[in-house]
């Protein structure tokens, strides 16, 4: 496996694939890697393309009070975990190497960003489109992985490449959970042992929620309301936002008919993680 710094030998190591006939598959991270980000890895290997894997720890993305600096990197772990699963060249570029001087050039995301996440975290998905296009234009892949964890930010990413014509597949994966049902997170390192059991209620709300849909429950609002109350009754988690959307468009959603995204953000302590469910509608015909 190959590690590259810079920008201009990835370049070179990609051409040179490229010209041997090789399609190019890219997975972005911020490193601190677990089996969530292993099973991207495993999708894109699974294409047979040359796997390019980025680790960066994106500034642009992060808000003034939150966890920049102190977000877990391991880059020595990552590099051994991900040559083990088969990536063909890692990519872990310093903050210079990416943003040699001020940004002036930014992707703006538009209504997508006006909800969920966006709301609660300004500025979060402008970074992240304009750090997703860097690495785009850097490695200009065929097609590049991201999780349904972050359902939301893969949403984004995959109308920028339809608003901006890029000849990039987006290829979503789904979420990986550890056994207990929390779903991965390099952030679950920060949970004290009394937090990580409490944080269980998330999964276990959303399951039960979409039990209620499948049993008949059709307003979004009391579905709402039935996650809020479950997360308030068995923990002491602060509820950000539980919202339930239209899967395709994040649009609000009242009487629940088509596919909807139950999506959730609540912080323990100072750790704020979120967990989604996609919920499909059984229609009677
Ligand atoms: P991150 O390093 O947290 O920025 O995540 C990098 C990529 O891995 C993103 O596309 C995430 O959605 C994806 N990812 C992170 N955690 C999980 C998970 N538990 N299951 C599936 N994908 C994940």
């Not at 966006?118 to 296009?133: C, D, I, L, W």
């Not at 709402?224 to 609000?252: F, P």
């Amino acid at each position: 496996m190959k590690r590259t710094s810079r920008i201009s030998e990835l370049r070179e190591i990609i051409s040179s694939e490229k010209k041997r006939g090789r399609k190019i598959a890219l997975v972005p991270t911020m490193g601190f890697l677990h089996r969530g980000h292993l099973s991207l890895i495993e999708q894109a290997k699974q294409t047979d393309a040359f796997v390019v894997l980025s680790i960066f720890v994106n500034p642009l993305q992060f808000g003034p009070n939150e966890d920049l600096s102190r977000y877990p990197r391991d880059l020595e772990r990552d590099a051994h975990l991900v040559e083990e699963a088969g990536v063909d060249v890692v990519f872990h570029p310093s903050v210079e190497e990416m943003y040699p001087r001020p940004m002036l050039t930014f992707v703006e995301v538009g209504e997508l960003d006006r909800v969920l996440c966006g709301s609660s975290r300004p500025g979060h998905f402008r970074g992240v489109a304009t750090v997703v296009s860097k690495l785009f234009n850097i490695v200009q892949p065929d097609m590049a992985f991201f999780g349904q964890k972050d359902y939301q930010q893969y949403l984004i990413i995959e109308r920028m490449v339809k608003d901006l014509s890029l000849p990039i597949e987006i290829c979503p994966v789904p979420i990986v959970r550890e056994e207990d049902g929390l779903a991965m997170s390099s952030r679950n390192i920060y949970l004290t042992a009394e937090q990580r059991l409490e944080a269980l209620v998330l999964s276990k709300s959303l399951n039960e929620a979409e039990r209620s849909i499948h049993g008949g429950q059709r307003s979004a609002r009391e579905i709402e309301r039935q996650i809020r109350e479950k997360i308030t009754l068995e923990s002491h988690g602060v509820i950000d936002y539980v919202e339930v959307r239209d899967a395709g468009s994040l649009s609000d959603v009242t009487d629940i008919q088509s596919p909807v995204l139950l999506a959730l953000a609540v912080k323990f302590g100072t750790t704020r993680l979120i967990d989604n469910k996609v919920v499909e509608v059984e229609q009677n015909v």
